[in-house]
């Protein structure tokens, strides 16, 4: 079984849309969406939910104002900065508390409890060339990676009872802790990038990390077009640094009009050029030896 990362540095470069393409070239795949702060693939692919599993993700302090006498004892506590009195009353911010139960074991009224978050799910199920597996994070919850981990496995799990050989992660974009989940354990990472100085940058940054792991690493540049000299400074950079380039992809605006109908760009026109460029970088990725 090989497991395919698709990773880049920032958001924007047009990741998901490249992962969306591979995931609908040929043969049945699983597509494990593992940015689960803005998961989306899901949207295009639409699946039949088979498993919905609730991800805890923490606790957050909750105030019984029937017993609160306001004595300000838990604000002055908080190092989180997550309680205020305002207007004479306790507020305790959902999104800035951490859930170190503090304030719960301090609170000399017991006003206090811990209420686990329990609003993050991990969904598994069917799509038109496969199976799915993605996480949802509630709003204002920590991405720890945790969630990532728990998409991760639930892959693996379907892609063996499934008999899958082939699964895509479609990674979170930036370098923190959830890439990291994204990209231990995997065969091959796909590094999407857009020629610009920032987009080379990022590129630095996430090969770094992605050599840390010893993984096999392809470059993709998309919109390749929209700046040929910066293109060009990647290209360099790459050959200079012995990374391999999986190929260039032009700007296409149909590529919006394809997610506007639901669709990868090869399912919605396979002969464009950059359908065909990429049905030529998965077969080059696909065939590399590990
Ligand atoms: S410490 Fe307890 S009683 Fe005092 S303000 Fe906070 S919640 Fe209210
Ligand atoms: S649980 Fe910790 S972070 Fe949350 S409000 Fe209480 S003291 Fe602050």
Known sequence: MTQIAVISGKGGTGKSSIAAAFATLNGKVVVADCDVDAANLYLLFNPIHE???????????????????????????????????IDKKVVISEISCDGCFLCSHICPEKAITMVRNDKSRMYSGSF?????????????????????????????????????????????????????S????????????????????????????????????????????????????????????EITIAGKLPFDKQMTEAMVQLKSITEFNPYLEISNKIKVIWKKILNQKK
């Open 51 to 85: 498993e919905e599993i609730v991800y805890i993700s923490g606790s957050k302090a909750v105030i019984n104002y029937s017993l609160c006498t306001g004595c300000g004892i838990c604000e002055s506590y908080c190092r989180f900065d997550a309680i205020s009195i």
């Open 128 to 180: 038109r060339n496969g199976k799915m597996v993605y996480g949802r994070l509630a709003p204002g919850e920590e991405n720890s990676g945790k969630l990532v981990n728990m998409v991760r496995e639930k892959a693996k799990e379907v892609a063996k009872i499934n008999n899958l050989d082939t699964t895509i992660l479609d990674g979170p974009p930036g370098i923190g802790c959830p890439v990291i």
């Open 182 to 241: 994204t990209i231990t354990g995997v065969d091959k990472v796909v590094i999407v990038t857009e020629p610009t100085i920032s987009g080379l940058h990022d590129l630095q940054r996430t090969i770094e990390i992605v050599k840390k792991f010893s993984l096999p690493a392809f470059v993709v540049i998309n919109k390749y077009n929209l700046n040929s000299s910066m293109s060009n400074q990647i290209e360099k950079w790459c050959t200079q640094n």
